[in-house]
């Protein structure tokens, strides 16, 4: 199953997908939302309900879990070197949050995020919202090519 | 639809559901499934104007954020606005949705955000002042509104965390890393704009006195917040660290601190009271006059 706005991903790789059970041919699968407005969280709902239908199982619910929160922490290295291959920059592990008081960032991005096209260090921030809720776009100054960067969160 | 349908289009999706909704054409018909969803021993009606205060504040702000599509100074602050105000969204819809479980009436998400009236809409005045891209305000009076409103979320959502209700636990755990994003991004907007030429400069001061005279509301506690201890956060206690942070932008911007009264409440009463201000009625029509026109219509 994959996911609607990154196809390349599934949503296993995406680390969205929580848990399957399946008890008395009902099935019942978890996913979690990556951002609280993601739009796609119905779609994979139903493309999960359409793909398990057709598998043959006739009950199927699909349960959204909101905690604990998705991080792209959770994206497997699977998933990270897809999306390398996709021409899309992936996330950088952030491990685990600080507590306390979120630190404000007001400098541009520091954090380097290498050009997937050609490798290249030296790529900038065009916008931090990108065509889809997690991502941001970014453009190579070396190659010059414009590609999208999956945010850290 | 067709479940075999082989050609799998992208649209099945959104008919998919018979309870559809037409606002959001989702079937997103459980979206607090899978939380613990235990009400805590605390008065059920305090509880429901909680939640409907702290997803009113998203709601609107959202609704006002909406209005930039298309109207921004550059196509990325569309996409950026846009995305901001669906984040916005989808945290007012699971709060809408907690506000509607514990007050146990039968009313969901929709049913709260289109079929209430002004008085029982608990947001913060600076959520639902105009602020751009109409009248009363423009892009840095919308920067300065979004730099308040998420560094004081920011706040609020981060004690929210601990909150004995697990819903609202989860959904500001959730929420905070958004927050962040949007916190940053208004700041740094707004150090570009003070920071730049002397009428992007003057802009951003204007925005910031726009927008002052309501952070007072912010801080001051309404008695269903006090009645909560656990739950609820008192927001009399965010005022130093919001301060702090607001302070930091401004000194990076080159701008002045505002120095402004507080807006005048109305005998002691403002928005977590349900008294608002001019702008709210027109809000509340361009967000609820579709769905008043024709009730349960679907996508």
């Known amino acids: 199953m994959r996911d609607p706005e990154l196809p390349v991903l599934t949503l296993a790789d995406l680390g969205v997908l929580r848990e399957v059970v399946e008890r008395d041919g009902r099935v019942v699968v978890t996913i979690t939302p990556t951002y609280s407005g993601c739009p796609a969280v119905e779609e994979m709902g139903a493309d999960l309900r359409r793909a398990l239908r057709r598998a043959g199982f006739a009950e199927v619910e699909v349960r959204t879990s909101l905690h604990p929160a998705w991080t792209t922490d959770w994206i497997t290295e699977d998933g990270l070197r897809k999306l390398r291959e996709a021409g899309i920059a992936p996330p950088s592990r952030l491990g685990p949050r600080a507590a306390g008081p979120v630190p404000l960032n007001l400098a541009p991005p520091s954090r380097r995020v290498p050009c997937p096209r050609c490798g290249s260090p030296r790529t900038t921030e065009l916008s931090r919202f990108g065509a889809t809720a997690c991502k941001a776009l970014r453009r190579c100054e070396d190659c010059a090519e414009p590609f999208e960067h999956v945010k850290e969160i | ?299």
């Open chain 2, 1 to 299: 639809m067709n479940a075999d349908n082989a050609t799998d289009s992208v649209y099945d999706g959104l008919v998919d559901q018979e309870d559809a909704h037409w606002a959001f054409g989702t079937g997103f018909h459980e979206p607090l499934a899978g939380v613990d969803r235990a009400v805590p021993d605390v008065d059920r009606a305090d509880l429901t104007a909680y939640c409907l205060m702290l997803g009113d504040d998203a709601l609107v702000l959202s609704q006002r954020l909406a209005e930039w599509c298309s109207r921004a100074p550059e196509l990325e602050e569309d996409v950026a606005l846009a995305n901001i105000a669906l984040d916005l969204l989808g945290q007012a819809r699971l709060l809408l949705t907690r506000a509607g479980e514990v007050e146990g009436a039968g009313r969901d998400e929709d049913a709260l955000a289109y079929l209430r009236d002004e008085r029982e809409f608990r947001n913060v005045h600076l959520a639902e002042i105009e602020c751009g891209p109409f009248a009363g305000g423009d892009f840095a009076t919308t920067i300065a509104r979004l730099l308040v409103f998420s560094s004081w979320k920011l706040a609020q959502y981060s004690r929210l965390r601990g909150s004995a209700d697990p819903v609202l636990a989860a959904v500001a755990a959730k929420g905070l890393k958004e927050l962040a994003y949007h916190r940053d991004h208004a700041a740094q907007w707004t150090v570009r704009l003070g920071d730049g030429t002397e009428e992007s400069h003057r802009r951003m001061r204007a925005g910031l006195h726009r927008v002052w005279p309501f952070l007072d509301e912010l801080f001051t506690a309404h008695p269903v917040e006090l009645r909560l201890p656990g739950v609820a956060v008192d927001p009399a206690g965010l005022r130093s660290e919001v301060e702090d942070v607001l302070a930091e932008v401004c000194r990076a911007a080159g701008l002045e601190l505002p120095d402004a009264a507080p807006a005048a409440r109305v005998a002691g009463k403002a928005g977590r009271d349900g008294v608002h201000t001019e702008a709210m009625g027109y809000l509340l029509a361009e967000m609820q006059h579709l769905h008043r026109s024709l009730p349960g219509a679907k996508w």
